[in-house]
T-cell receptor
C-alpha cells in the first residue's frame, strides 16, 4: 500500500453539477498531483500543488480547480460537469526535494457523469 | 507535443518466461522515466525508475533500460508470474513532477 487514500471510491453525478474529490497524502509528503484517467488510457496530468500553492497545470479548463491543506490533504473540484469528465481521478503524493521524486498513487475515485 | 507511446498494446507470456515491455518517448528534454503497474480497480503502483544519466537499472526481478539515442525505454520482468498480469505504463518527467503517461501495455501471464 502507498499510504495515499482517496474518497469517495465511486461517484455518480449529472451533467452541470459540481463535484469535490478528496485525497489524503502519504505522511510527510509536501506535493500532491491530480490525474484524470479515461477508460483504456494512461493518466493525464491535471495539476500539482506544492505547499498549498499550485505548482503546474496540464491542459485542463479552469472549471477544474484544487486545494491543498496544511496537513497535506487535498481536494479536486470540478464545476459544470460534462459527460467527458467521466473517468478515474487519481491523486499522487510525493516529497519534492527539488529533483525527481517518486509519486505514489492512491486507488482513485471513479466518477460517472450522466 | 509531448507523447509517450508503447509498441504493443497486449503481451501474452507463459509463467516463468521473461517479459519485455517497450515504450517510445518523444520529449528529448525528459530526464526521468518511471514504470508503473496498474491492476484492475487500483491506482498505478511504482515499479522502478531511471534517470537520464543512466542506461540501466535493476530491481527485484525487474530491469529498466533507457536508450536516449532512439528515445526508447523498456521494462524487463524475469520469471514472469501470474501476479504480474496487469497494465504497465511508462511515464516521463522533466524535473518538476509532471508525469506524461503512455496508453499502457496489458501483460497477460498464463499458468
Amino acid at each position: 500500500e502507498t499510504g495515499v487514500t482517496q474518497s469517495p471510491t465511486h461517484l455518480i453525478k449529472t451533467r452541470g453539477q459540481q463535484v469535490t474529490l478528496r485525497c489524503s497524502s502519504q505522511s510527510g509528503h509536501n506535493t500532491v498531483s491530480w490525474y484524470q484517467q479515461a477508460l483504456g488510457q494512461g493518466p493525464q496530468f491535471i495539476f500539482q500543488y506544492y505547499r498549498e500553492e499550485e505548482n503546474g497545470r496540464g491542459n485542463f479548463p479552469p472549471r477544474f480547480s484544487g486545494l491543498q491543506f496544511p496537513n497535506y490533504s487535498s481536494e479536486l473540484n470540478v464545476n459544470a460537469l460534462e459527460l467527458d469528465d467521466s473517468a478515474l481521478y487519481l491523486c499522487a503524493s510525493s516529497l519534492w526535494t527539488g529533483g525527481e521524486d517518486t509519486q505514489y498513487f492512491g486507488p482513485g475515485t471513479r466518477l460517472t457523469v450522466l | 507535443g509531448e507523447s509517450v507511446g508503447l509498441h504493443l498494446p497486449t503481451l501474452s507470456v507463459q509463467e516463468g518466461d521473461n517479459s519485455i515491455i517497450n515504450c517510445a518517448y518523444s520529449n528529448s528534454a525528459s530526464d526521468y522515466f518511471i514504470w508503473y503497474k496498474q491492476e484492475s480497480g487500483k491506482g498505478p503502483q511504482f515499479i522502478i525508475d531511471i534517470r537520464s544519466n543512466m542506461d540501466k537499472r535493476q530491481g527485484q526481478r525487474v530491469t529498466v533500460l533507457l536508450n536516449k539515442t532512439v528515445k526508447h525505454l523498456s521494462l524487463q520482468i524475469a520469471a514472469t508470474q501470474p501476479g504480474d498480469s496487469a497494465v504497465y505504463f511508462c511515464a516521463e518527467g522533466t524535473g518538476f513532477q509532471k508525469l506524461v503517461f503512455g496508453t499502457g501495455t496489458r501483460l497477460l501471464v498464463s499458468p
